[in-house]
């Protein structure tokens, strides 16, 4: 177990050892020099004073140095990397079950002159915005919904036809044109089902349907429970596809590069949940 981890540092280098040990070799060297320096401001050597006031002042530059240098590395969050979201053509995103009732959402859209007061709806908030977020070239949505979160997709088409009109809703075209609606229960099979799904979304032949590339439509792992959000992370472990996630309390939308730390602390998290039941 690394305990460095704390502080943001994955991994021990030999370069850190060295600047480990120089620091603590410095701040011995720092503390007698504070000790000499005091019984030298008894005696009138002044090359003395200038001598042992110099180590604390070159110990403090070298911590302030240290601090700048991995500042942004302790700050940040060491799972992910943080990386800016252009618009793209299409966008696959997981319903979550609103706390609210359809028809009070869709009443709230049609009286809405502006989408920023619908991204406090809880459970689809979310979704409104980072639907927005991609408006200028937004065109083709996959919605990936549950048997509870299906009647929820009026709400997105209603947003669509007010704020995005050009985009449509796609649907599966080698299932007689169904909606995509989960039929999994357990955990381990909905993530099976999500990838399975993404799988498909991305494949060759749909995305020539499309005219569309690989690199154009992002994946929104905003929505939906974590089971959901990892079937998601699976089936977009491909370097070429966008991630992103809307922040709850200030709706920001972040891309996100999953790293092998990342993907493997929640499948781990994940495993360790079922093992309890």
């Not at 050892?17 to 720092?30: H, K, N, P, Q, R």
């Not at 004073?49 to 403090?60: G, N």
């Amino acid at each position: 177990m690394n305990i460095f981890k704390i502080f943001g540092i994955d991994r021990i280098t030999s370069k850190m050892v060295f600047m480990a040990i120089f620091s603590l070799t410095l701040l011995g060297l720092s503390v007698n020099s504070l000790y000499d320096l005091l019984k030298s401001l008894v005696s009138s050597d002044k090359n003395l004073f200038f001598i042992y006031i110099s180590l604390p002042i070159i110990f403090y530059l070298w911590i302030l140095l240290l601090y700048r240098k991995y500042k942004p590395i302790i700050t940040s969050d060491s799972s992910s990397e943080v990386s800016q979201i252009l618009p793209h053509r299409g966008i696959i995103m997981v319903l979550s079950t609103p706390k609210e009732i359809p028809e009070e959402i869709n009443q709230q859209i049609l009286e809405a002159d502006d989408p920023l007061p619908l991204y406090e709806i809880k459970g689809i908030g979310q979704l409104f915005k980072g639907l927005y977020h991609h408006k200028t070239k937004l065109e083709y949505v996959w919605l990936i919904a549950s048997q509870k979160s299906e009647p929820y997709k009026e709400c997105i088409r209603n947003f669509f036809n007010k704020f995005i009109p050009k985009a449509k809703i796609c649907k599966q075209k080698d299932y007689a044109n169904k909606d995509y609606i989960l039929k999994s229960k357990n955990d381990s099979d909905v993530i099976k089902e999500i990838k399975s799904i993404l799988s498909d979304i991305y494949s060759k032949e749909n995305l020539s349907d499309y005219n569309l590339e690989i690199s154009e439509i992002v994946v929104d792992v905003s929505g939906g429970s974590k089971p959901m959000s990892i079937g998601m992370i699976f089936g977009a472990l491909d370097s070429s596809i966008d991630i992103q996630y809307v922040e709850q309390n200030n709706h920001n939308v972040i891309g996100i590069k999953i790293s092998p730390e990342m993907l493997f602390d929640q499948f781990a998290k994940h495993l360790l949940k079922a093992s309890q039941k």
